[in-house]
């Protein structure tokens, strides 16, 4: 955003990206590292994984749609 | 049988009762070929996925074909429509390459439009969309071309690391947030973009099969004291229903052309 023109036309672009994307980012979040700590409790033998897994996913997710579109 | 569906409704049927209320399930989605001994494939909904092809080309032909600098009739109406995806779906995405995809997304938008409609067209009936297969179609295509053409404007490296590494954050994040980013463009946008409009017609032609059926039920099978007012608001259901409906068939099809535009968009510039 910093490098891009304000123009109103971008701003219009940027809240329906930000608006499409959110939902498919927290998804992934969830997937990837939701995932992740399943593989790690599978491994382990530590069901707790799969929680730390599935929260930390939907906080970077979180992040992640800040660092695009919050800033 | 004791569905959620008949308990709604207020009855409870012994298992098996002959002729009683059977609320329509996923089997109204399945079509026999059209005469018997066509091909397999040739079914309704692929005729009316055809058809929907067919309309689009001779309404366009109609309205294009011959273009006076003063519109007239067909044209006044499509150039309305085509001033409508440039300016509302094409435009806030692509700015000035919008003339370039202009051919494609006004074609996707008022095709998915097309087989949306059908759905509530009297005697046709029926979601084109509804059936997974076809929105899938529409959604691979656009995401090979989208991969296609990042791949063109940004360079085959520069494509995935626009895409997976958002700039302003220490590296060892990246580790954190690439496979988020990957997965999300990669997979799961293409994956929403199909099933988002899938899922609305596959819903929206249960709920107008529901509540018609019970509308017709009661109204001409069960006619009673707790049978009229209960085929009645059926009805009446059914006819605000429809008109949702037809609200949501544009809205799907707006939002399917305004998300292709979106990936193409993605793909001709690095985000930010």
Redesign the interface.
Known sequence: ????KRTP?ND??DF??AA??V???L???I???GGFGWLLSHWTGVYAFIPIGVV??VG??A??VY??HG? | MITPTLLLAGISLAPAEPGGFHAPGPEIFNFPPLWAGAPAWLTKPTLLAMLSVVILIVVMWGAFANPKLVPRGLQNVGEIGYMFVRDQVARPFLGKDTDRFMPLLVSIFFLVLLWNVMGVIPIIQFPVASHIAFPIVLAATIYVMRIYLGIKYQGPIGYFKNMMFPPGVPKPVYILLAPIELLSNLILAPFTHAVRLFANMFAGHMILAFFSLVGFYFLFENFGLLGAPLGILGTLVTIAMTGLEIFIQYLQAFLFAMLAAMYIGQSLHAEH
């Open positions: 955003m910093s490098e891009q036309e219009g672009r329906a990206d499409w994307s939902p498919a980012y998804m992934s979040g997937l990837v590292w930390l996913g970077l997710a992040y992640l660092l695009k800033r």
